[in-house]
């Protein structure tokens, strides 16, 4: 898309483009708002409650499409100032449009956020945002503080007590850990008998990269609910399963098109001889939905086994 931004820095300035957004909401007045100083913050922090709260919904739901397709565009200071919107379905997107930030000043404010929120959807929103901070974790980017506190608030969130939706968030995100604790959540996840919870903890199995699920997953893969057969293959794939191939290969055919599109991608992370052979016949299909899935697997697959080598359908 277009890169319409301004250099909308001055108080006149983005008072004047509040203004229009309070009127109609328009995706170049949007883009404006991008890459905001952080001098403009306590502005824009006491203008934003005067635009209309449907006018707010629209435009941080806009901000997070916009975000995604264009990746030049950084809207981190609305979404900071969001956060404490009134209104949960603008702190809901506005926790959605952090998910990819790694500063550990934005994960403090998400903390923060989490401690008093008390909406189902935005705690289960900040539950699964705080995943991309575990993974930092785990490789030692964050500080100690921030990283204690993370731990201490994901663990928190795994009480059963805790409603489903927020719980489940919970531990997809902690899974990276694979203490004791996450262990045992997984576990007790898997055996739960709901629905939303096994398929998260399939999901967590292969996010831990603990291969003592391997047999569970491999279960799984066989299942009649194609959610569990989905994120068993996904699973799978992240624990380069050398045994699933041949399960994963016969869903290449699943009649449903994302567990078909999971056991691709899977043999794509898993590589190896077998899996590229049968990824380049895939890259062939006649079906653009296939083939599609099967170039981008076997790109991952020919780059694993040799950078330097250029991907031949």
Same mark, same amino acid.
């Given at each position: 898309?277009?890169?319409?931004?301004? !250099?909308?820095?001055?108080?006149?300035?983005?008072?004047?483009?509040?203004?229009?957004?309070?009127?109609?909401?328009?995706?170049?007045?949007?883009?404006?708002?991008?890459?905001?100083?952080?001098?403009?913050?306590?502005?824009?922090?006491?203008?934003?409650?005067?635009?209309?709260?449907?006018?707010?919904?629209?435009?941080?739901?806009?901000?997070?499409?916009?975000?995604?397709?264009?990746?030049?565009?950084?809207?981190?200071?609305?979404?900071?100032?969001?956060?404490?919107?009134?209104?949960?379905?603008?702190?809901?997107?506005?926790?959605?449009?952090?998910?990819?930030?790694? !500063?550990?000043?934005?994960?403090?404010?998400?903390?923060?956020?989490?401690?008093?929120?008390?909406?189902?959807?935005?705690?289960?929103?900040?539950?699964?945002?705080?995943?991309?901070?575990?993974?930092?974790?785990?490789?030692?980017?964050?500080?100690?503080?921030?990283?204690?506190?993370?731990?201490?608030?994901?663990?928190?969130?795994?009480?059963?007590?805790?409603?489903?939706?927020?719980?489940?968030?919970?531990?997809?995100?902690?899974?990276?850990?694979?203490?004791?604790?996450?262990?045992?959540?997984?576990?007790?996840?898997?055996?739960?008998? !709901?629905?939303?919870?096994?398929?998260?903890?399939?999901?967590?199995?292969?996010?831990?990269?603990?291969?003592?699920?391997?047999?569970?997953?491999?279960?799984?893969?066989?299942?009649?609910?194609?959610?569990?057969?989905?994120?068993?293959?996904?699973?799978?794939?992240?624990?380069?399963?050398?045994?699933?191939?041949?399960?994963?290969?016969?869903?290449?055919?699943?009649?449903?098109?994302?567990?078909? +599109?999971?056991?691709?991608?899977?043999? +794509?992370?898993?590589? +190896?001889?077998?899996?590229?052979?049968?990824?380049?016949?895939?890259?062939?299909?006649?079906?653009?939905?296939?083939?599609?899935?099967?170039?981008?697997?076997?790109?991952?697959?020919?780059?694993?086994?040799?950078?330097?080598?250029?991907?031949?359908?």
């Amino acid at each position: 898309m277009t890169d319409t931004r301004g !250099d909308m820095v001055g108080t006149s300035d983005l008072q004047k483009l509040l203004t229009r957004l309070s009127g109609q909401v328009r995706a170049s007045d949007i883009a404006q708002l991008s890459d905001l100083p952080r001098a403009t913050a306590r502005t824009l922090r006491e203008l934003w409650p005067t635009v209309p709260v449907a006018n707010r919904r629209r435009i941080v739901s806009e901000m997070v499409e916009l975000s995604e397709l264009n990746l030049s565009l950084n809207f981190r200071q609305v979404f900071l100032v969001a956060l404490d919107d009134p209104d949960a379905e603008v702190r809901r997107s506005a926790v959605e449009g952090l998910w990819e930030e790694e !500063d550990p000043a934005v994960l403090r404010r998400l903390l923060a956020r989490l401690a008093v929120e008390t909406e189902i959807p935005v705690r289960a929103a900040l539950a699964q945002v705080l995943g991309r901070f575990a993974e930092l974790d785990v490789l030692g980017r964050l500080p100690s503080q921030e990283s204690e506190e993370l731990r201490t608030a994901l663990i928190a969130l795994l009480d059963p007590r805790e409603p489903i939706d927020v719980r489940r968030r919970a531990l997809e995100s902690a899974a990276v850990y694979a203490d004791a604790t996450v262990i045992a959540a997984i576990e007790e996840a898997y055996w739960s008998g !709901d629905p939303l919870l096994r398929a998260s903890a399939l999901y967590a199995m292969g996010r831990s990269l603990d291969r003592r699920w391997l047999p569970l997953l491999l279960d799984e893969l066989h299942s009649e609910d194609p959610e569990r057969r989905y994120e068993a293959a996904t699973a799978c794939g992240e624990l380069g399963a050398e045994e699933a191939v041949d399960d994963l290969i016969g869903l290449t055919s699943d009649p449903d098109r994302d567990v078909q +599109g999971a056991a691709i991608l899977a043999l +794509g992370r898993i590589g +190896g001889t077998v899996a590229t052979n049968v990824l380049r016949r895939l890259a062939r299909s006649a079906d653009p939905v296939v083939r599609e899935a099967a170039e981008e697997a076997l790109a991952e697959a020919v780059f694993a086994a040799d950078p330097l080598r250029p991907t031949p359908w």
